[in-house]
């Protein structure tokens, strides 16, 4: 138990599904983060937020919607992905700010494996 | 660009020592995590290095060089339940993480 959830733990869509995906965090930290893991390759940032407002997003396709409406809670939506997009997304937290000098180790949820047929 | 490499798959025997490695080319270093993550289950944090040497920690350890741009993580007394991916991680001269691809370890009973 890491202290941050995540739902669904699996999700299976078309391509012209809409669906979402949550994350909560009950640590009490500030900076939240989507990361995208793929077989073989290295975590991918996708977005991040400091105190609800995000600081980050790099370059992710517009069908990739992230939400912060608190800061225990974020969102993924998805819309029309693609065959590509099937991964396993994790979210993570840190007590610290992003991206600063005293960024300390990052707490991960279990992920969402997601398969887009 | 910035490039972190790590072995792809190693295999380890119950009871051994192993050590996986990882090098890094960044721009900037201001420290190296390692990260466990287990089939189907959320990484978790191992270790944090930002001098040089050797960090220790009950049966793992963590070793790094800043000017030959390496670590490793040194497993000892090898359980089954290490089997797991092991993650590198280095935090940039942007304080931003560039991760390794992940090291699947295998032990073997």
């Known amino acids: 138990e890491t202290g941050v959830t995540q739902t669904p733990r699996h999700l299976v869509m078309g391509m012209t599904n809409k669906k979402s995906l949550k994350c909560e965090q009950h640590l009490g930290h500030n900076a939240m983060y989507w990361y995208k893991q793929s077989a073989k390759k290295p975590l991918e940032l996708m977005f991040v937020y400091s105190l609800e407002e995000r600081v980050e997003n790099n370059s992710v396709p517009s069908r990739f919607s992230p939400e912060c409406p608190n800061s225990s809670h974020l969102f993924l939506h998805l819309h029309t992905l693609q065959p590509e997009d099937s991964a396993l997304y994790l979210c993570?937290?840190?007590?610290?700010?992003?991206?600063?000098?005293?960024?300390?180790?990052?707490?991960f949820g279990e992920g969402s494996r997601l398969t887009v047929l | 660009g910035q490039n972190i490499d790590q072995p792809t798959e190693m295999t380890a025997t119950e009871g051994a020592i192993v050590q996986i490695n990882c090098t890094y080319q960044?721009?900037?270093?201001?420290?190296l995590f390692w990260y466990q993550q287990h089939a189907g289950e959320a990484p978790t944090f191992l270790s944090y290095n930002v001098l040089d040497g050797l960090e220790e920690k009950g049966r793992f350890s963590s070793f790094l060089s800043r000017s030959k741009g390496y670590s490793y993580l040194l497993l000892k007394e090898l359980q089954m339940k290490d089997s797991a991916s092991y993650l590198c991680a280095v935090k940039d001269s942007n304080y931003q993480l560039i991760w390794g691809a992940g090291t699947k370890l295998i032990i073997k009973p």
């Open positions: 960044t721009s900037g270093f201001n420290g």
């Open positions: 993570a937290s840190s007590q610290d700010p992003p991206g600063t000098r005293v960024t300390g180790e990052l707490f």
